[in-house]
């Protein structure tokens, strides 16, 4: 028996001194995407997400609300879970950066990477933005605020524990020349490039424990505490049982991907890197960073009102609705819209009216037609087979395999478009009237078959919706869920006989 090829990939930790945000179920859901994709693809795959449940803000937050820092941290954190859980989000393990699996092999990072000698103290004083938790230049600042948090940043002067990241410097370079694809899209790896071009400089990576008393302690050292970074990258590894329990580790290490937003690139793959490389473990394959999400075409704020809320939104709409919305409309590599209208256009369009419409229409004619069963072949429509074979399912792989999943299932609506054209073109009613049934039961079993294609296409993105269609064509889910994506995507006749399951509307049109 051949070993399965495995497949790891992360989301960034969110912060956890809020509410989750739409903006991270949407990397949940690409990276969920993803990783359902990868085991479709048959390969071994764990899928990691987990929140940051560290630093200031968080400490002062819960201060604010009154409440104490574990408590609030836990609070939050649940959420988060609550979210993965509510979005069908098929995730592994959740790390939280508070347990202790976490904080002991963090520091086992740190001196792993002291070891290599690229942990040194020093003085240092700068400007520093409570928001970021990070130091700020006067080149970040816009008129002397961080531009956003519109807040003016306090001058911090303190002695600190220093990671060698100009060391890397050459390495990092050969990375890049070497991987085109170690950071995707191109337009991020092209920033990161610039920024390695123009030079690193060593970074801070710890603070007092008086002005932080809320993180992991440096090893060695009870005054000082791992600033955020070095505390939360760590989590890529440290959930995996890094440094004392690496059964997971050395099967599952390097990642294939992580997830993460635009903003925080430079952290994932600039510095994660160079901390890998000091500690002596592989590097990750790709660094896969997605856009922003607007709404109503603005930036989302409390003051304009137009904040999604990720758990609302899926009261309000079936929640496979949501995903295809997103999937759809968001490419991966850039910036993209939600609004209302263009929600319920996709939805009526793409799902009432496409696939839900075409499903429903070519069962029930199989119920009519068939005695609702799959109806055998006599001519089998080459055409049809082959424009599935060699233009349909090498688009959607194509698309799929490098995060454009709003391509892939532009293809599916294609075809689609093209199954409904079919029963345009050959009314099979008239056929039927006409007394020509063995045309009308091999217009149908094409259809049938199509049905089964193009829910196997969707399973990434609306698995129930996918397991339904299934269903309704008589087909065990266990069974077609045990396929290889190889023997799903051929043309097969495993559907004949099949007695049709019980019809249901898939996706009822929306009132606008
Ligand atoms: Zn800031």
């Known amino acids: 028996m051949s070993k399965k090829e495995k497949f790891y990939l992360?989301?960034?930790?969110?912060?956890?001194?809020?509410?989750?945000?739409?903006?991270?179920?949407?990397?949940?859901?690409?990276?969920?995407?993803?990783?359902?994709?990868?085991?479709?693809?048959?390969?071994?795959?764990?899928?990691?997400?987990?929140?940051?449940?560290?630093?200031?803000?968080?400490?002062?937050?819960?201060?604010?609300?009154?409440?104490?820092?574990?408590?609030f941290a836990a609070q939050n954190s649940a959420e988060f879970v609550n979210l993965a859980d509510q979005w069908n989000i098929s995730n592994n393990d959740f790390i939280r950066t508070t347990e202790e699996r976490h904080m002991s092999r963090a520091q086992e990072f740190w001196k792993a990477a002291e070891k290599s000698g690229d942990i040194y103290k020093k003085k240092y004083s700068g400007l520093y933005c409570v928001g970021c938790e990070a130091y700020k230049t006067e080149k970040d600042l816009v008129d002397g605020k961080c531009p956003d948090h519109n807040k003016e940043p306090e001058l911090?002067?303190?002695?600190?524990?220093?990671?060698?990241?100009?060391?890397?410097?050459?390495?990092?370079?050969?990375?890049?020349?070497?991987?085109?694809?170690?950071?995707?899209?191109?337009?991020?790896?092209?920033?990161?490039?610039?920024?390695?071009?123009?030079?690193?400089?060593?970074?801070?990576?710890?603070r007092s424990k008086e002005k932080l008393p809320w993180g992991i302690p440096v090893p060695g050292d009870e005054t000082q505490v791992m600033y955020v970074w070095f505390d939360a990258l760590t989590n890529y590894v440290t959930a995996l049982g890094y440094s004392d329990d690496e059964k997971l580790l050395k099967k599952y290490w390097p990642a294939d991907a992580h997830v993460i937003g635009k903003e925080i690139n430079r952290f994932h793959s600039l510095m994660w890197p160079a901390m890998l490389m000091s500690a002596g473990l592989e590097l990750p394959k790709q660094i896969a960073a997605h856009g922003w999400m607007t709404a109503e075409g603005q930036k989302m704020s409390k003051s304009i009102g137009n904040v999604i809320n990720p758990f609302e939104i899926i009261t309000r709409y079936p929640l496979e609705s949501v995903r295809y919305f997103l999937m759809r409309e968001i490419p991966f590599?850039?910036?993209?819209?939600?609004?209302?209208?263009?929600?319920?256009?996709r939805f009526n369009a793409d799902l009432a009216n496409g696939l839900g419409n075409l499903t429903n229409r070519v069962l029930s004619m199989v119920v009519k037609y068939c005695d609702g069963k799959v109806p055998k072949v006599q001519n089998k429509n080459d055409e049809l087979i082959k424009y599935l074979s060699d233009e349909i399912w090498p688009s959607y792989r194509k698309n799929m395999d490098v995060w454009r999943f709003d391509r892939a299932l532009e293809t599916v609506s294609k075809f689609i478009t093209h199954c409904d054209q079919?029963?345009?073109?050959?009314?099979?009613?008239?056929?039927?009237?006409?007394?020509?049934?063995?045309?009308?039961?091999?217009?149908?079993?094409?259809?049938?078959?199509?049905?089964?294609?193009?829910?196997?296409?969707?399973w990434p993105v609306m698995p129930e919706t996918s397991e339904k269609i299934l269903t309704q064509l008589g087909l065990d889910v266990a069974k077609e869920n045990a396929k290889s994506l190889d023997e799903l995507q051929s043309w097969v006749e495993?559907?004949?006989?099949?007695?049709?399951?019980?019809?249901?509307?898939?996706?009822?049109r929306l009132e606008k």
């Not at 490039?193 to 710890?206: A, H, R, V």
Request: net charge negative; hydrophobic share 35%; with cysteine.
């Open 10 to 71: 992360t989301t960034a930790i969110p912060y956890a001194n809020a509410s989750p945000h739409i903006g991270f179920a949407l990397e949940l859901l690409y990276t969920d995407v993803m990783a359902r994709y990868q085991r479709l693809l048959g390969k071994d795959v764990y899928f990691l997400t987990g929140a940051d449940e560290h630093g200031q803000k968080i400490l002062k937050t819960a201060k604010e609300k009154g409440m104490g820092v574990v408590d």
């Open 333 to 345: 590599d850039n910036d993209g819209d939600y609004s209302e209208n263009k929600f319920k256009d």
């Open 156 to 206: 911090i002067e303190e002695e600190n524990y220093f990671f060698k990241l100009s060391k890397y410097q050459e390495p990092l370079e050969f990375l890049f020349e070497k991987n085109k694809d170690f950071v995707y899209p191109q337009s991020r790896y092209n920033e990161m490039y610039n920024i390695l071009k123009s030079g690193l400089e060593d970074i801070s990576i710890s």
């Open 422 to 458: 079919m029963i345009s073109d050959k009314k099979p009613w008239s056929m039927a009237k006409e007394g020509k049934m063995n045309e009308v039961s091999d217009l149908l079993y094409h259809l049938c078959e199509s049905l089964r294609h193009i829910a196997v296409m969707i």
């Open 494 to 508: 495993l559907t004949v006989g099949n007695k049709i399951g019980e019809l249901q509307p898939l996706f009822p």
